[in-house]
Structures are given as C-alpha cells and as structure tokens.
C-alpha cells in the first residue's frame, strides 16, 4: 500500500502566478482534506473533498480552489500566488464522510516557495 | 466549529523525565480526538485517538491520553521519554463530519 502521496515534493513560484498540487489518497479512502501549514504553525483546513463535491471549507479565500476526480485523487490549485501562501501542503485521506473520528493518513506534503 | 488549543509551545526535557503535552479543545458536538507526531520535512503520522469508549487511550510507543470531558481536555503523557521522541506533537479534534482541526502544536525536545 503506497499510501497518501503527494506531487511535487517542492515547487518555487513567482508572485501572482498560479500552482496545482496533487494527491493520491490511501487505497481505499474516498475522501481528501487540504492543509496549509505554515512555517511553526499547525495545519489549517482548507477543504474537504467528497464524492467530487467540496463538502466543507476553511477559511481561504477563493484563491484556493480543488478538484477530486473519479478515482478519487485530489488537486489544489491557488491562483494569484502572494508570498504569504509559501507554506507545506498536507493531503489528507480518510473513508467516508459523516461516519465521525476516521483516522485521516498524511502524505509528505509539498512544501511550496512563493518568491 | 471546534477548536484546540495547545498550552505550550515548546517542552524541553531530559532524556527518562516524564513528559506531559497540554491539550484543550472547545467543541458543541460529540468530538473525536486525536494527537498526530510530524519529524522534520514529514507528513502527520497518527499517535493514538480517543474516538468513545475507555477514556485513557495508549499508542504502541508508550505515549498515552486521557480524554476529560468536564475539563475538555486530551492531554498526552509518557513516564519516560527518549532522544527519539523529540518532534512536534499536534493535538487535533473532529466531529461527525471528519473535518479535523489542529492545535498549532507543541515542540518537545529530549535532551541526553
């Protein structure tokens, strides 16, 4: 089981640019949640990812936007990079929404550059 | 919406010392928790949960929690630490709906 996997492991950006993360959620898992987490900080929730619906949102902007796909993998993408979104990434799986406490596995992250 | 707050920053201790890494949460709902372990340039791994059931939950590693709902806390505590405990500790809630939310996290450091 290869787990959560995450792609790219790095990316540098130029302010104002646009990016797209990928993952690969857990055999099995059909749901995947987006984390910022900034340098010293904790992960914040961006989203949630079901049935190819965002069921639930953080507080991000609309900059931030996803996409999950039939196999269930998920995409982030932020348009009109500032420098405060250089941060690590974190993909989140886990199995079926509204069950409750379901272990959620973490991918690597990509850790993301905006210069 | 719930909310976890992680008392302390940074835990320095001596290698054997018994740690504890203080962990309250604000929630209107039945609320799962859970402590996460992130090394340096990883992902979250999952440490242990307390999802209902035995109020005192323990991981595989000697770390264990106890969920107190008249304090609304998850604090984790090992009698005895090693150097390769040292990592951040992230305590997080859920509710039904599995959106997790972390503290923003607790440095421990075990010194020899």
């Known amino acids: 089981d290869a787990g959560v996997t995450q792609s790219p492991t790095h990316l540098i950006k130029t302010r104002g640019q646009q990016v797209t993360l990928r993952c690969s959620p857990k055999?099995?898992?059909?749901?995947v949640s987006w984390y910022q987490q900034a340098l010293g900080q904790g992960p914040q929730f961006i989203f949630q990812?079901?049935?190819?619906?965002?069921?639930q949102r953080g507080n991000f902007p609309d900059r931030f936007s996803g996409h999950q796909f039939p196999n269930y993998s998920s995409e982030l993408n932020v348009n009109a990079l500032l420098l405060g979104d250089s941060a690590l990434y974190l993909c989140?799986?886990?199995?079926?929404?509204?069950?409750?406490?379901?272990?959620?596995?973490f991918g690597q992250g990509t850790r993301l550059t905006v210069v | 919406a719930q909310s976890v707050t992680q008392l302390d920053s940074q835990v320095p201790v001596f290698e054997e010392a018994p740690v504890e890494l203080r962990c309250n949460y604000s929630?209107?709902?039945?609320?799962?928790l859970f402590w996460y372990v992130q090394y340096p340039n990883q992902g979250l791994q999952l440490l242990l949960k307390?999802?209902?059931?035995?109020?005192l939950v323990e991981s595989i590693n000697g770390f264990e929690a106890e969920f107190n709902k008249s304090q609304t806390s998850f604090h984790l505590r090992k009698p005895s630490v090693h150097i390769s405990d040292t990592a951040e500790y992230f305590c997080?809630?859920?509710?039904?709906?599995?959106?997790?939310?972390f503290g923003a996290g607790t440095r421990l450091t075990v010194k020899p």
């Open positions: 990812y079901y049935e190819e619906e965002e069921r």
């Open positions: 929630s209107s709902v039945s609320v799962y």
């Open positions: 055999s099995g898992h059909d749901t």
């Open positions: 997080a809630v859920s509710g039904n709906n599995n959106d997790m939310r």
């Open positions: 989140a799986s886990s199995l079926k929404i509204g069950t409750g406490g379901t272990e959620a596995f």
């Open positions: 307390y999802l209902s059931g035995s109020t």
